[in-house]
């Protein structure tokens, strides 16, 4: 499952909502809690950190994990001094989605995000 949201406060909220619907009809609703936090969190700050463009929500499907990420347009910065103090203000934007995810035996992480969409990617492991 994949969708685009704009960057718009209403984001997060409309991200909630198609991902708990996503995974109830996929037979995973154990998993709705987790991951309608985990989406507000991924989707908000990527809406703070690019306001006004597009953002990118996946849910790819494997076997062995509940998997979301995020990809927004907030592009990687050439001075490495400014990339490391703006990649450590995100990771800490994220203790609530940290702390969700510790508690589910998961993992997160960000980084680049790939050509042909660019900017930045956040996402999230949870173990079935």
Same mark, same amino acid.
């Given at each position: 499952?994949?969708?685009?949201?704009?960057?718009?406060? /209403?984001?997060?909220?409309?991200?909630?909502?198609?991902?708990?619907?996503?995974?109830?009809?996929?037979?995973?609703?154990?998993?709705?809690?987790?991951?309608?936090? &985990?989406?507000?969190?991924? &989707?908000?700050?990527?809406?703070?950190?690019?306001?006004?463009?597009?953002?990118? &929500?996946?849910?790819?499907?494997?076997?062995?994990?509940?998997?979301?990420?995020? /990809?927004?347009?907030?592009?990687?910065?050439?001075?490495?001094?400014?990339?490391?103090?703006?990649?450590?203000? /995100?990771?800490?934007?994220?203790?609530?989605?940290?702390?969700? &995810?510790?508690?589910?035996?998961?993992?997160?992480?960000?980084?680049?995000?790939?050509?042909?969409?660019?900017?930045?990617?956040?996402?999230?492991?949870?173990?079935?």
């Amino acid at each position: 499952m994949s969708f685009t949201l704009p960057g718009d406060a /209403r984001s997060p909220f409309i991200g909630r909502t198609a991902v708990a619907a996503g995974l109830e009809a996929h037979g995973l609703a154990r998993y709705v809690w987790p991951a309608t936090h &985990v989406v507000d969190e991924l &989707v908000a700050v990527s809406v703070r950190n690019s306001p006004g463009k597009e953002l990118c &929500v996946s849910l790819p499907h494997r076997d062995d994990a509940v998997r979301m990420l995020v /990809r927004d347009q907030h592009p990687r910065h050439d001075r490495p001094d400014v990339a490391t103090l703006c990649e450590t203000r /995100r990771r800490r934007a994220f203790w609530l989605l940290a702390a969700v &995810v510790d508690d589910w035996g998961g993992e997160w992480g960000t980084g680049e995000a790939k050509p042909p969409w660019g900017g930045t990617k956040s996402w999230v492991r949870l173990p079935r």
